[in-house]
């Protein structure tokens, strides 16, 4: 018994960080924008990118891929990433059925709250298998076709489509998971390495 009170409460307290947590990333990328635009980050560094290493712990570029979302998207972008893992690109494509803090599909309106994680997660694969989500990083046309960047822009554009295909089959999330943490640090490091 006192094993399920402690599980219980773990998993209240799961639901309760994540109820907050998008609003509070949100929060976070806003604070960025106004310190990026107002450059109120001049008397402290000597441009954004040292500012973001130094107190946001993050690039330059990291930091304005946050804002670029939170200016497209608005909070809610952030909320719905909290739920259920989310690219942009499919989030662009279930950005019409959400309104008021919901995401109205097949007739059925999902409140965005983590009780309702799982339906929300299953809404968003459905509709990753009906909607053919474009590509984020569109290899330069000009560039020959045995450009190595261009061949590196398409070979990340089909490893992202085959995860997505794989994350609609709603088997092995563990796996996929842990592969996509594997990719987010690797990239993380790359980007900061530029």
Known sequence: MTNDLTLGRLLGRHEAFTAIAGKCTAAQVEAM??????????????????????????GKDNAN????????????????????????????????????????????AIALI????????????????TVTIKPAVEPDPDAP??????????????AVAAIEQVMGLGTHSACIHAALCYLRSRLSYMEMTM
């Open 65 to 108: 891929r946050l804002i670029r979302l939170l200016e497209e998207f608005g909070p809610t972008y952030f909320e719905v990433a909290q739920l259920t893992r989310i690219s942009p690109a499919t989030y662009r494509a279930i950005a019409p059925a959400i309104r008021d803090q919901t995401l109205h599909h097949n007739g059925e």
């Open 145 to 158: 076709s045995d450009n190595p960047v261009r061949i590196a822009v398409q070979k990340c554009n089909e």
């Open 114 to 129: 983590p009780e309702n994680a799982g339906k929300v997660a299953a809404a968003v694969a459905e509709v990753r298998k």
């Open 33 to 58: 924008r106004q310190v990026r635009d107002n450059k109120l980050y001049l008397d402290h560094a000597k441009d954004f990118d040292e500012f973001c290493q130094k107190y946001f712990h993050t």
